[in-house]
Nanobody, 122 residues
Framework: QLVESGGGLVQAGGSLRLSCAAS????????MAWFRQAPGKEREFVAA??????DYSDSVKDRFTISRDNAKDTVYLQMSSLKPEDTAVYYC???????????????????WGQGTQVTVSS
């Protein structure tokens, strides 16, 4: 089970940190990612982390940072310089394999959280 937290309302240019806590099984060796979905749009890749490295979408590169604390089985998404177009429901996801590939497609992930709303006002 994955549970996200940390969403909320923030002004443009502000920062937020999202957390994703895992329970029920260990994900320390799995690739984990953040996706987001804005109203009327498809779910899109934001960032992923694995034992091989990290990957980001072009739209958030240099503004967002993904990290993980394996001892706490938690993944974080530090978001800075937020823009109104970052407004979306943010989802945490974990892959079921341990290949270490930072997948950017949602179908590669087997476990999902319920999502947390991030709203950026202009």
């Amino acid at each position: 089970q994955l549970v996200e937290s940390g969403g909320g309302l923030v002004q443009a240019g502000g920062s937020l940190r999202l957390s994703c806590a895992a329970s029920g099984r260990r994900f320390s060796s799995a690739s984990m990612a953040w996706f987001r979905q804005a109203p009327g749009k498809e779910r899109e890749f934001v960032a992923a982390t694995s034992w091989r490295g990290k990957d980001y979408s072009d739209s958030v590169k240099d503004r967002f940072t993904i990290s993980r604390d394996n001892a706490k089985d938690t993944v974080y998404l530090q978001m800075s310089s937020l823009k109104p177009e970052d407004t979306a429901v943010y989802y945490c996801a974990a892959a079921g394999d341990m290949f270490g590939i930072t997948y950017s497609t949602s179908t590669a992930y087997d476990y999902w959280g319920q999502g947390t709303q991030v709203t950026v006002s202009s």
